[in-house]
C-alpha cells in the first residue's frame, strides 16, 4: 500500500524543459489534520450561478402545450420533467427543480427590471437604483484567497450596462457591477494565458500600480473631508472601486512566482462570436468547466443574456425564433409556448451538457459536480410577471445536498424570498450562517 505519511501542498508543480503543468487534487495534497478523514472535506467548495432574461415557458396546468412547461408535471409523489428539460433526465440525482421563490423587492418593478438584483434583492423601488453586493462575492470575500482568481464574471453582451439592464451578475460591497468578460480568448488568455513581458517586468509593472495607488489613497482622504455629504458618498463609491483594484493587484503580485495551469486549447473554439450562439454558449461553458477543474477560481457568474441585451437578444434566432424578448410576449399566443419552449429546451441541453461534464470528472470521493454547486435561472416567469422564477439548482452533493426533487414554495399565496436559497447555498459553503440581504432561513428540503 502506497505510503500517505506525507504531505504535498496543494501549488505544487511538475516542471520540465520549461514547461509547468498544474497537478490536479491528489490525496496527499490534503491537510495533515483532514488527512485521515473523508477526501469530501479537502475538496474545494464551489458556486456557479448562470441567468438568462424573460423568463420561461410557463403555461397553466391545464394548456395544451403543457409538455412545453419549464416545471415538471407532478405525478403522485413523483414528477417527470417535460420536453423542455427532459435533457436533465440522467442527471437527476444531482439536479432539483425549484419554484415558488422571488426577490420580494423586485415582485413590483419593471418585468424587465430583476436581472440586476438576480444574485442580490437589492431594493429598485421609486428612483431607487443603487444595488447591494451579489451573493457570489460575499463568497468571493471568504474563499478567494485560495485561487489564483476570487471569481470570475461572465457574461454573453459584455461589460456592465445601465442601472435596471445590466450585463453582469456581479456586484461589488458597495453595490458598483463587475465587468462582464464576453471574449473566450481573453478568458482564456486570462486564466491561462503567459502574462505579458518577463517575470522582472511583470513583477516591476505590478509594483508601479500599487505604488500609484498608494498615491490617489493618501490624497483621497485629505480631498474627502472638503467635500458635501452628497459628494463624499459618491466618492466613497469611488473609493471603493480603488480598493476593489489594490486587492487585485495585491492578489496578481502574490500569484506571480506561481505558473498558471497548462491546458490544452486544441478542442476549445476561442475564435466562437456571439454571431454563432450555439457553439459560443459551449465554449464559454468549457471555459467555466477548465476554470474550476484548475482550481483557477471557485466562484463564477455568466449572464447568458442581459434584459435588453442586443446581442444575446438574438440568440434564440439562430434556431429559426424570435428574438428572447419576442418569444417571451408571444408566449400566450397560438403556439407561443412550444417556440419559447424550444428556445428553452437550448438552455437546458447546454446546461445539461455542463453537468454532465463535470459529473463524469472523478474529484476526491466523487465527482466535480458533487463539489460544485449550479445554479441556472431567470427572474421573470412569464415576461413582465416578476414572481415565481423558474430555477434549476445542481450539484453539491458532497455538501449535504439532496436532489431528484421537484419542490414549490408559496407561503399564504405568496412566494419565499429567493434570498433563502442564495443564503442557503452561502451557508452549505461555509461561509455564512447569519443570512442573506433579506433572506428569512434556509431551505432545509434541500439537505438531508
Not at 444531482?94 to 427590471?113: A, E, F, Q
Not at 447546454?350 to 459536480?369: C, H, I, V, W, Y
Amino acid at each position: 500500500m502506497a505510503d500517505k505519511s506525507w504531505h504535498m501542498d496543494r501549488r505544487t508543480f511538475l516542471k520540465g524543459t520549461g514547461v509547468a503543468l498544474g497537478l490536479p487534487f491528489l490525496d496527499c495534497m490534503r491537510s495533515p489534520a483532514h488527512a485521515a478523514k473523508s477526501s469530501a472535506l479537502a475538496m474545494p467548495k464551489r458556486m456557479c450561478a448562470i441567468h438568462f432574461p424573460y423568463g420561461a415557458s410557463v403555461p397553466s396546468e391545464d394548456h395544451e402545450d403543457r409538455d412545453w412547461g419549464w416545471f415538471p408535471v407532478r405525478e403522485g409523489d413523483n414528477f417527470r420533467y417535460t420536453r423542455v428539460l427532459k435533457s436533465l433526465e440522467p442527471l437527476r440525482d444531482h439536479t432539483t427543480v425549484i419554484g415558488g421563490l422571488s426577490h420580494p423587492t423586485g415582485r413590483k418593478i419593471g418585468g424587465h427590471d430583476t436581472g440586476d438584483i438576480f444574485l442580490t434583492g437589492a431594493d429598485f423601488s421609486g428612483a431607487n437604483f443603487k444595488n447591494t453586493i451579489s451573493f457570489d462575492q460575499v463568497a468571493a470575500a471568504k474563499v478567494g484567497d485560495n485561487t489564483r482568481f476570487a471569481s470570475l464574471a461572465l457574461s454573453s453582451d459584455g461589460g456592465i450596462g445601465m442601472p435596471t439592464r445590466s450585463k453582469t451578475l456581479s456586484f461589488t460591497a458597495s453595490g458598483q457591477p463587475i465587468p462582464g468578460l464576453d471574449k473566450p480568448q481573453l478568458i482564456f488568455d486570462r486564466l491561462f494565458g503567459v502574462d505579458g513581458g518577463t517575470l522582472a517586468e511583470q513583477r516591476r509593472r505590478l509594483e508601479t500600480e500599487s505604488s500609484l495607488l498608494d498615491r490617489v489613497m493618501d490624497q483621497s482622504r485629505s480631498l474627502r473631508n472638503r467635500l458635501g455629504k452628497s459628494d463624499q458618498e459618491k466618492y466613497d463609491e469611488y473609493l471603493s472601486s480603488v480598493r476593489d483594484i489594490e486587492q487585485r493587484v495585491a492578489r496578481s503580485q502574490q500569484w506571480l512566482d506561481i505558473p498558471k495551469p497548462d491546458v490544452d486549447a486544441s478542442e476549445l473554439n476561442l475564435e466562437v462570436t456571439q454571431e454563432a450562439p450555439l457553439e459560443y454558449m459551449e465554449t464559454m461553458y468549457d471555459l467555466m468547466y477548465l476554470a474550476f477543474r484548475t482550481d483557477s477560481t471557485r466562484v463564477i457568474t455568466y449572464m447568458l443574456g442581459a434584459m435588453n441585451g442586443s446581442t444575446s437578444n438574438q440568440f434564440s434566432k439562430a434556431l429559426g425564433l424570435g428574438t428572447q424578448h419576442e418569444l417571451a410576449h408571444g408566449a400566450g399566443k397560438p403556439g407561443g409556448f412550444i417556440r419559447q419552449g424550444k428556445w428553452n429546451v437550448c438552455l437546458a441541453e447546454n446546461l445539461a451538457r455542463f453537468l454532465q461534464k463535470m459529473a463524469d470528472t472523478p474529484e476526491g470521493d466523487g465527482s466535480l459536480l458533487d463539489n460544485t454547486m449550479v445554479l441556472m435561472g431567470t427572474s421573470n416567469s412569464r415576461t413582465h410577471n416578476n414572481h415565481n422564477y423558474p430555477l434549476i439548482f445542481a450539484g453539491g452533493n458532497n455538501m449535504g445536498f439532496k436532489h431528484n426533487q421537484y419542490l414549490t414554495y408559496e407561503k399564504n399565496g405568496e412566494d419565499m424570498p429567493m434570498s433563502d436559497l442564495l443564503f442557503t447555498m452561502l451557508n452549505r459553503m461555509g461561509i455564512s450562517n447569519a443570512g442573506f440581504s433579506d433572506s428569512v432561513g434556509d431551505l432545509s428540503e434541500l439537505y438531508g
